[in-house]
T-cell receptor, first 114, second 109 residues
Framework: DTAVSQTPKYLVTQMGNDKSIKCEQN?????MYWYKQDSKKFLKIMFS???????INETVPNRFSPKSPDKAHLNLHINSLELGDSAVYFC?????????????FGQGTRLTVV | AQRVTQPEKLLSVFKGAPVELKCNYS??????LFWYVQYSRQRLQLLLR??SRESIKGFTADLNKGETSFHLKKPFAQEEDSAMYYC???????????FGKGTKLSVKP
């Protein structure tokens, strides 16, 4: 019954590799996000998609490319991984209603680049 | 500029003591503010939102527009309150959340 699920939970890979993190939500939300949590626990928005359309694209290297095949999925593909990409990546989704937006988060994917 | 500031990186209190986690924001319009919590090994989840004016797990937060603050309070801390707490601001029409840097609350027995 998981609302927002990410796979894998842990990912250890070598520098220079290409990897993907998958995210799926079963809440029927229109908007999905990717956040990055660095080693100091700081959470920052990377991308936002609304109905498969890119809405937010923060200052993120173009090695990071989100892909949204449908509104229930938002995958994150990373090319030529670097040591500094090591972090926890959180997927989230939300449905704006009249009053407030609440985001539901996935469990996170801990990416370690060695 | 839209910004959320949590001045304390770590807050350590004893069980039964009052807790106040500070949050200040910068936003030009009418803000929507939240507190999210991340317990050890669990996902980030919503704790409370200012618009609901509710108390969750004994925590309350009042929006003070004059001081641009949304401090999180609890009169008597419990050990199970130990977690990472994030104050967040609704970033506007794009719907993204702008997070503060987080405050780690440690409640000692």
């Amino acid at each position: 019954d998981t609302a927002v699920s990410q796979t894998p939970k842990y990912l250890v890979t070598q520098m220079g590799n290409d990897k993907s993190i998958k995210c799926e939500q079963n809440l029927g939300h229109d908007t999905m996000y990717w956040y990055k949590q660095d080693s100091k626990k700081f959470l920052k928005i990377m991308f936002s998609y609304n109905n498969k359309e890119l809405i937010i694209n923060e200052t993120v290297p173009n090695r990071f490319s989100p892909k949204s095949p449908d509104k229930a999925h938002l995958n994150l593909h990373i090319n030529s991984l670097e040591l500094g990409d090591s972090a926890v990546y959180f997927c989230a989704s939300s449905q704006e209603d009249r009053f407030v937006t609440e985001a539901f988060f996935g469990q996170g994917t801990r990416l370690t680049v060695v | 500029a839209q910004r959320v500031t949590q001045p304390e990186k770590l807050l350590s209190v004893f069980k039964g003591a009052p807790v106040e986690l500070k949050c200040n924001y910068s936003y030009s319009g009418s803000p929507e503010l939240f507190w999210y919590v991340q317990y050890s090994r669990q996902r980030l989840q919503l704790l409370l939102r200012h618009i609901s004016r509710e108390s969750i797990k004994g925590f309350t937060a009042d929006l003070n527009k004059g001081e641009t603050s949304f401090h999180l309070k609890k009169p008597f801390a419990q050990e199970e309150d130990s977690a990472m707490y994030y104050c967040a601001l609704n970033g506007g029409s794009q719907g993204n959340l702008i997070f503060g840097k987080g405050t780690k609350l440690s409640v000692k027995p």
